[in-house]
């Protein structure tokens, strides 16, 4: 439910106040994941994301270098964010397709032959998370514990849109990153990167199809 954390494999939720502004009731949607907790799948479908003065709408955040958030396969499709940000990361996998289209985009990964091919095993005694036809103001995926990485062998985000906030990616260790059918821009101008991935992120193979226009999401 919205304005609630879950401390994963946990069901029940604690009321979040946010800092951000703590006279309202929160419409946050955090999931805090300790270390070496392993899920087999984690999905958004079909959400509504943003609230006026929000930095984030979609965050995904390990705690450091060595204690990542690991994922097999992320997959975004169907979605639209303001800005999208990638750092402090490896990524195996890059495959963007035609459909993907950026007011704006910069990859100045460093590429490196010694990034992981990240391969998440069995599913057996995983947790899995599910969320679908909601209007939140953000999404937190958080790690909160070090001495491991958090495991997801499939992550996807299908149909998940936000009008202001962006998606922003840290601590990461990526298989496979797909992106089809997403839209990116906060301003229309193609001359200033809505997308970004930092030199901070090592990366093997890179399939990119961007197109670029003046996106403007609003």
Avoid: C
């Avoid at 997959?75 to 035609?98: H, L, V």
């Avoid at 091919?117 to 103001?137: E, L, N, P, Q």
Wanted: no cysteine; charged share 20%; hydrophobic share 40%.
């Amino acid at each position: 439910m919205v304005g609630a954390s879950y401390d994963a494999p946990s069901m029940i939720g604690n009321p979040v106040v946010d800092r951000e502004f703590p006279a309202d009731r929160s419409q946050t949607l955090q999931i805090n994941v300790p270390a070496n907790l392993r899920l087999d799948k984690v999905t958004f479908t079909n959400i509504n994301l943003g609230k006026a003065g929000i930095t984030d709408a979609f965050q995904i955040t390990g705690t450091s270098t060595s204690d990542m958030i690991t994922i097999d396969t992320l997959t975004i499709k169907n979605s639209e964010f303001p800005t999208m940000d990638f750092a402090n990361g490896d990524i195996y996998e890059i495959t963007a397709t035609t459909d993907v289209v950026a007011a704006g985009h910069t990859f100045e990964m460093t590429m490196a032959s010694t990034t992981n091919d990240v391969v998440i095993g069995s599913g057996r005694g995983a947790t899995s998370y599910v969320a679908k036809d909601m209007t939140v103001d953000r999404i937190i995926l958080n790690q909160t514990t070090t001495g491991g990485d958090v495991l997801i062998d499939e992550m996807t985000l299908d149909g998940v849109r936000a009008w202001t906030g962006a998606f922003n990616a840290d601590y990461f260790e990526i298989g496979r990153l797909v992106l089809e059918g997403v839209r990116i821009g906060d301003d229309g101008d193609i001359n200033s990167a809505d997308f970004v991935i930092h030199s901070s992120v090592s990366v093997n193979t890179v399939a990119d199809s961007i197109r670029e226009e003046p996106v403007y999401i609003r």
